[in-house]
């Protein structure tokens, strides 16, 4: 039976699981306020009809603190979605603005996504949908990306803070395939930085390089005594994921192929890598050459602190001159997202670079990157499928999922002002002053990536302040730090900094240096000492002194004798 919707009510399935309900009967057939909407131009098209027509939309926020707090004490899907929407509602109270509802985010917020079974997340959104008509949405949107993201990994991170917006299997050990190139690269990037090697530099290609590599690996086609460039070596390793490149430069950087797996390994533990090891430079399979989502990611943020890393990686083609055995050589991007040479419907006007990598084993695997407008984010996919479409095409998923985790981040995030340097946080007890405080403010704005429509109040603050404070204080010294968390996720931690001078007083001061000095422990030791001295003194005269005066002491004789008897004449 589907859910009654008022007549007044849009509701607009956005994506797989959105016609998928849809089919099951979530709401009424025939009905013209339901709108299947796959293409989020579609959807946007109908939000402008709305404002040309005067009104916007608001979104309940199920984000927020409030639905963040109900959903995990326990509360029912109604009692968190009626709560969201109250607020909403409240907030666009006489403004002829509409309230919407977005089923899918609260439905990863009431239960992780790659814990429910299809059936558990048909009646889950069902539910969300149905509560959202009760509570008086104007606009119920079923958007999920959830789950429904064709890959055994996914991550997305702000590319500016590196916080992890969304993650599924983060942390999972999955082979890269040739995403094992981005750390190739790394190395050979530092050896250019640190002077070892140049990228004019000419290298002249060994026997050695090329052995033990698959004949049906990607190859730029490079031979034995061939001489090439550092540049022209980086362009096939990433453009077209040349193998041979990544020996060839292996051997430059370190000698050998082995001993440059060995410092892949090593730098990978340098960066934090918790579950990576590697086994070769090319990515080829191998059963112990494995790594994470979490750790490509890392992996690739250091790549980026290279200019030449994303200029490469972000090339659609490149031309190589004739060399002294080969002519020239015209290299064309195995990633669809910037380069449409290969196959047709995946360019995506926001991605830039980075590296594709696929075998058997790995599946379809993309690390790229987004920006858009103020917004930039790093992608990793792996283990993704190469499906084949009823119109009889084929869609490689590591690419449009890729895109779609773009979609969800620019469509649901924002960067909000949460701090600003003006704003006085606190007052701090000061000592040894007649101004008994000091205010403290942050020491610059701060802004974060945040859910759309995420109140700052809403964030948690915890103070480390010292209390009081010794004056003299100056303006702009450190007096403490304030965190700001959501859901007991720590955010971003900001030195609090004093507004303004504060002198110390010159008698207080006095008086606290005159306590400190008879509070040291030398003076106490000297203290104690001469009162014992003193006790000793006072013990001998009471005791010793007064023996010797009634025995000892001598008498003096008066002027002139003593005797006073008569004289005899």
């Given at each position: 039976?589907?859910?009654?919707i008022?007549?007044?009510?849009?509701?607009?399935?956005?994506?797989?699981?959105?016609?998928?309900?849809?089919?099951?009967?979530?709401?009424?057939?025939?009905?013209?306020?339901?709108?299947?909407?796959?293409?989020?131009?579609?959807?946007n098209?109908?939000?402008?009809?709305?404002?040309?027509?005067?009104?916007?939309?608001?979104?309940?926020?199920?984000?927020?603190?409030?639905?963040?707090?109900?959903?995990?004490?326990?509360?029912?899907?109604?009692?968190?979605?009626?709560?969201?929407?109250?607020?909403?509602?409240k907030?666009?109270?006489?403004?002829?603005?509409?309230?919407?509802?977005?089923?899918?985010?609260?439905?990863?917020?009431?239960?992780?996504?790659?814990?429910?079974?299809?059936?558990?997340?048909?009646?889950?959104?069902?539910?969300?949908?149905?509560?959202?008509?009760?509570?008086?949405?104007?606009?119920?949107?079923?958007?999920?990306?959830?789950?429904?993201?064709?890959?055994?990994?996914?991550?997305?991170?702000?590319?500016?803070?590196?916080?992890?917006?969304?993650?599924?299997?983060?942390?999972?050990?999955?082979?890269?395939?040739?995403?094992?190139?981005?750390?190739?690269?790394?190395?050979?990037l530092?050896?250019?930085?640190?002077?070892?090697?140049?990228?004019?530099?000419?290298?002249?290609?060994?026997?050695?390089?090329?052995?033990?590599?698959?004949?049906?690996?990607?190859?730029?086609g490079?031979?034995?005594?061939?001489?090439?460039?550092?540049?022209?070596?980086?362009?096939?390793?990433?453009?077209?994921?040349?193998?041979?490149?990544?020996?060839?430069?292996?051997?430059?950087?370190?000698?050998?192929?082995?001993?440059?797996?060995?410092?892949?390994?090593?730098?990978?533990?340098?960066?934090?890598?918790?579950?990576?090891?590697?086994?070769?430079?090319?990515?080829?399979?191998d059963?112990q050459?494995?790594t994470?989502?979490w750790?490509?990611?890392?992996i690739?943020?250091?790549?980026?602190?290279?200019?030449?890393?994303?200029?490469?990686?972000?090339?659609?083609?490149?031309?190589?001159?004739?060399?002294?055995?080969?002519?020239?050589?015209?290299?064309?991007?195995?990633?669809?997202?910037?380069?449409?040479?290969?196959?047709?419907?995946?360019?995506d006007?926001?991605?830039?670079?980075?590296?594709?990598?696929?075998?058997?084993?790995?599946?379809?695997?993309?690390?790229?990157?987004?920006?858009?407008?103020?917004?930039?984010?790093?992608?990793?996919v792996?283990?993704?499928?190469?499906?084949?479409?009823?119109?009889?095409?084929?869609?490689?998923?590591?690419?449009?999922?890729?895109?779609r985790?773009?979609?969800?981040?620019?469509?649901?995030?924002?960067?909000?002002?949460?701090?600003?340097?003006?704003?006085?946080?606190?007052?701090?007890?000061?000592?040894?002053?007649?101004?008994?405080?000091?205010?403290?403010?942050?020491?610059?704005?701060?802004?974060?990536?945040?859910?759309?429509?995420?109140?700052?109040?809403?964030?948690?603050?915890?103070?480390?302040?010292?209390?009081?404070v010794?004056?003299?204080?100056?303006?702009?010294?450190?007096?403490g730090?304030?965190?700001?968390?959501?859901?007991?996720?720590?955010?971003?931690?900001?030195?609090?900094?004093?507004?303004?001078?504060?002198?110390?007083?010159?008698?207080?001061?006095?008086?606290?240096?005159?306590?400190?000095?008879?509070?040291?422990?030398?003076?106490?030791?000297?203290?104690?000492?001469?009162l014992?001295?003193?006790?000793?003194?006072?013990?001998?005269?009471?005791?010793?002194?007064?023996?010797?005066?009634?025995?000892?002491?001598?008498?003096p004789?008066?002027?002139?004798?003593?005797?006073?008897?008569?004289?005899?004449?």
């Amino acid at each position: 039976m589907g859910i009654e919707i008022p007549q007044n009510k849009f509701l607009i399935l956005d994506g797989a699981m959105g016609t998928v309900l849809q089919q099951r009967g979530l709401s009424p057939q025939g009905r013209p306020e339901l709108l299947n909407l796959t293409e989020p131009e579609l959807l946007n098209s109908v939000y402008k009809e709305y404002i040309a027509a005067g009104s916007q939309v608001i979104y309940a926020n199920t984000f927020g603190a409030n639905g963040l707090k109900l959903a995990k004490t326990g509360h029912s899907v109604e009692e968190v979605v009626g709560a969201a929407i109250a607020v909403a509602k409240k907030a666009a109270a006489g403004t002829g603005t509409l309230v919407a509802l977005d089923v899918g985010p609260l439905g990863e917020l009431l239960e992780p996504m790659g814990t429910l079974s299809f059936e558990r997340a048909y009646d889950l959104f069902r539910e969300m949908a149905e509560a959202g008509a009760k509570a008086g949405a104007d606009l119920i949107v079923v958007e999920t990306m959830t789950d429904l993201y064709e890959a055994k990994a996914a991550l997305l991170v702000d590319a500016n803070t590196g916080r992890m917006v969304y993650g599924k299997n983060e942390h999972e050990e999955l082979y890269p395939a040739s995403l094992t190139k981005i750390m190739t690269a790394l190395l050979t990037l530092e050896a250019v930085d640190s002077g070892q090697l140049s990228m004019d530099q000419p290298i002249t290609v060994t026997e050695s390089a090329l052995e033990g590599l698959a004949a049906d690996g990607s190859t730029a086609g490079i031979r034995a005594g061939e001489v090439l460039t550092v540049e022209q070596l980086l362009e096939c390793m990433l453009i077209v994921s040349a193998n041979e490149a990544c020996n060839i430069l292996a051997e430059q950087v370190s000698g050998s192929v082995d001993a440059f797996v060995g410092a892949m390994n090593e730098k990978a533990a340098a960066l934090g890598c918790e579950n990576t090891h590697f086994v070769n430079t090319t990515g080829l399979h191998d059963s112990q050459h494995y790594t994470s989502a979490w750790d490509l990611y890392l992996i690739t943020a250091e790549a980026l602190k290279h200019d030449d890393f994303l200029r490469i990686c972000d090339m659609k083609s490149a031309t190589i001159p004739a060399t002294n055995l080969s002519e020239e050589r015209v290299l064309h991007s195995t990633n669809y997202l910037i380069s449409n040479w290969r196959a047709l419907g995946y360019l995506d006007s926001r991605a830039h670079g980075v590296k594709t990598g696929s075998t058997s084993d790995a599946g379809h695997c993309l690390v790229s990157t987004a920006a858009e407008g103020s917004l930039s984010f790093i992608s990793v996919v792996l283990g993704a499928e190469s499906v084949t479409l009823p119109s009889g095409g084929t869609q490689v998923q590591s690419f449009s999922e890729t895109s779609r985790l773009f979609d969800w981040g620019f469509e649901n995030f924002s960067y909000q002002t949460v701090l600003e340097e003006a704003e006085l946080v606190k007052e701090v007890s000061v000592a040894l002053s007649k101004v008994d405080h000091v205010s403290v403010h942050p020491a610059a704005d701060v802004e974060l990536l945040l859910p759309k429509g995420t109140d700052p109040a809403s964030l948690e603050r915890t103070l480390d302040l010292e209390s009081p404070v010794d004056a003299p204080v100056t303006e702009g010294q450190v007096l403490g730090t304030l965190s700001l968390s959501l859901e007991g996720e720590v955010l971003t931690t900001v030195d609090l900094l004093a507004s303004h001078d504060v002198e110390a007083s010159g008698l207080l001061l006095f008086w606290r240096n005159v306590r400190n000095f008879f509070s040291s422990t030398a003076v106490k030791v000297v203290g104690i000492a001469l009162l014992v001295l003193a006790a000793a003194l006072i013990v001998w005269k009471l005791t010793v002194g007064r023996r010797r005066y009634r025995y000892g002491r001598s008498v003096p004789r008066r002027r002139g004798g003593g005797y006073r008897g008569r004289r005899r004449h």
